[in-house]
């Protein structure tokens, strides 16, 4: 019997390592040669300075904005929550190139773009272009992904630490919180790889300044692959990190009890 079920471990894990190489193998064109790399006047620290920067800041709108709508969604009525489920899949399913132009579209001189040009503000090719989009690509990740964490929280126990006096935001970060937080770090980790590596929504509205996936664009046109090869390092080593981080820090107490 024990004999039995080690084998029968042996070989599941050895069916985990098998998928694991399948999912890892594109990794071996890093090990082709193409030439010597080309770091100089690639672009590749100001890119990588972009993404990182506006990317943060795009999540930090993302979880301001995303999270409350979640909470809501996750509370009200199976009807109600139906109907704000169907309005965030809208830009999950939208291909990213046409997610691009219906933003420029909509932000452009026929649209709101007029209104905010009277503030000084431009959604072509600046910055805040580049932060919107990522928001647009990225937020109905992140809130369909809390509210299925929010879904893991007993209701019981909500209630009753209300009954029991703490207002409603004590009531979150006391009881749903803690239980949901590895849902929500998975929300996260969506979110940012989404508005990370999103290409064809940002090079529309933001082709400037040029990210991570529009500078793999650029300089495999004007340069070819030996200026390609360390963007995709500096891609992998910036992409990784923080939903790394979060799963971490989410399941940490989890490892601890183990």
């Given at each position: 019997m024990g004999r039995s079920h080690s084998l029968k471990g042996s070989l599941a894990r050895a069916g985990a390592v098998l998928f694991a190489i399948v999912v890892l193998f594109p990794l071996a064109g890093l090990f082709v040669r193409v030439g010597s790399w080309r770091?100089?006047?690639?672009?590749?620290?100001?890119?990588?300075?972009?993404?990182?920067?506006?990317?943060?800041?795009?999540?930090?709108?993302v979880v301001a904005l995303g999270t409350p709508m979640a909470l809501y969604v996750a509370r009200c009525s199976a009807r109600e929550r139906l109907l704000w489920q169907a309005v965030l899949l809208v830009s999950v399913l939208l291909p990213?190139?046409?997610?691009?132009i219906l933003i420029s579209l909509a932000f452009g001189q026929h649209g709101l773009g007029l209104f905010l040009e009277q503030f000084g503000l431009s959604?072509?090719?600046?910055?805040?272009?580049?932060?919107?989009?990522?928001?647009?690509?990225?937020?109905g990740y992140y809130v369909l992904g809390a509210i299925a964490a929010l879904d893991s929280v007993p209701r019981p126990l909500e209630l009753q630490a209300a009954l029991l006096g703490h207002a409603p935001w004590s009531v979150f970060w006391r009881v749903t919180f803690p239980i949901a937080r590895l849902g929500f770090a998975v929300a996260l980790s969506l979110a940012w790889v989404r508005a990370l590596t999103e290409f064809g929504a940002v090079v529309i509205t933001a082709y400037y300044p040029a990210g991570l996936p529009v500078a793999i664009w650029t300089n495999l046109e004007n340069f070819g692959l030996p200026a390609v090869m360390p963007l995709m390092i500096v891609f992998l080593v910036t992409a990784l990190p923080l939903p790394w981080l979060a799963h971490l820090l989410a399941q940490r107490r989890s490892v601890q009890r183990a």
């Open positions: 770091w100089e006047g690639s672009g590749t620290l100001d890119a990588a300075r972009v993404s990182i920067g506006l990317t943060a800041i795009a999540m930090v709108i990213p190139l046409a997610l691009g959604m072509t090719n600046t910055p805040l272009a580049f932060v919107v989009t990522q928001v647009y690509v990225s937020v």
